[in-house]
């Protein structure tokens, strides 16, 4: 195991080295594809596809998406695996992409999202040839990034997508299923709400190491049972707009043109960035940090899932074909 694991600190530090003698020509094209798998875009994307392109696919979207939250939050907290420059002193990453690898390594976050949103496209798109191998490129060059940047190791990234497309195969079967029965719907949500409370159980009472270096703890415990909360957060406020949606609204993505449709997606994904930025300092000051922190990943969840396709759903029934 310790020999696997040399080698991939051993590829890491060829990457590194290559960044420096190449005096990081490629730093800003890496970065910034690293980006793609933050949750600001993703959600976005999933925003994109289920308010306005195509409903369907969107919801196939939020499934994978969040569900890859929580699954990959269980997953690291389980294997508590340190990052690859505390594995290895010689291992420098890239300064700014530091900022959002926190916590422990293993599985990638970043990975689990681009194969939990771009992945997902490809399965949606499969019998487009140019937009199935550019979808999966995508989840690649994402992938790669983690490891260019050096905040990953090839395992995080690696057991990431497998991890990801196991879910894909799962949340196509599970869509299928809750559509061909009656009330399997709250069936689902049912296990996703248990799969929600479990999650911030387990990462509450669970052991975890506590090592130091110079003094300086590595990776705090408590840190990581708060990192539990809005991902749960996002996870159960998604799947309750989902329920609700299903059962009480069932909006169509907007009856108008082109631009009716981009200016509907710019209004409600700017309120989605707006919330994303704001919404939590707000919620901080009347609560404790992790209830907090979940209600306000909650409200988010259930905006983008219910909330905002009311509005469209509105839109629909009373003005629909008459302004564009």
């Not at 960044?19 to 925003?47: K, N, P, Q, S």
């Not at 509907?264 to 901080?284: D, K, N």
Request: with cysteine; aromatic share 18%.
């Amino acid at each position: 195991m310790e020999k696997f694991l040399g080698l991939q600190l051993e590829y890491l530090l060829m990457l590194q080295n290559f960044r420096e003698v190449t005096h990081g020509a490629f730093d800003w094209i890496l970065y910034h594809i690293t980006l793609f798998g933050e949750y600001c875009f993703a959600m976005l994307l999933v925003a994109l596809f289920y308010w306005v392109l195509n409903k369907k696919c969107g919801i196939y979207l939020i499934w994978n998406f969040f569900g890859a939250l929580v699954v990959n939050q269980f997953l690291k907290v389980t294997a508590c695996i340190y990052r690859p420059w505390i594995l290895d002193n010689r291992i420098h990453p890239l300064e700014k992409a530091m900022k959002h690898a926190t916590g422990y390594s293993f599985p990638s976050g970043h990975t689990a999202i681009a194969t939990g949103t771009f992945g997902a496209l490809a399965v949606k798109f499969w019998s487009n040839k140019i937009l199935r191998y550019s979808l999966i490129t995508m989840v690649f060059l994402i992938a790669f990034s983690r490891n260019y940047l050096c905040v990953h190791t090839p395992q995080d990234v690696v057991v990431s997508m497998i991890v990801g497309v196991g879910l894909l195969y799962v949340t196509s079967k599970v869509l299928k299923w809750i559509e061909n029965g009656k009330n399997r719907d709250l069936i689902a949500f049912g296990i996703i709400l248990i799969l929600c409370i479990l999650l911030i159980i387990y990462t509450e009472f669970k052991h975890y190491p506590v090592d130091y270096l110079n003094g300086v703890i590595l990776v705090d415990p408590e840190k990581m049972r708060f990192e539990s909360f809005p991902k749960a957060g996002f996870a159960l406020g998604a799947f309750t707009g989902w329920l609700l949606e299903r059962r009480f609204v069932n909006f169509d993505v907007p009856q108008c043109g082109f631009w009716g449709k981009a200016l509907f997606f710019l209004f409600g994904g700017l309120i989605l960035v707006y919330l994303q930025e704001y919404l939590t300092p707000i919620f901080l000051q009347y609560m404790s940090a992790p209830i907090g922190r979940f209600s306000s990943c909650f409200l988010i969840g259930l905006y983008i899932t219910v909330l905002y396709p009311l509005v469209i759903h509105f839109y629909n029934k009373k003005f629909a074909r008459k302004i564009d």
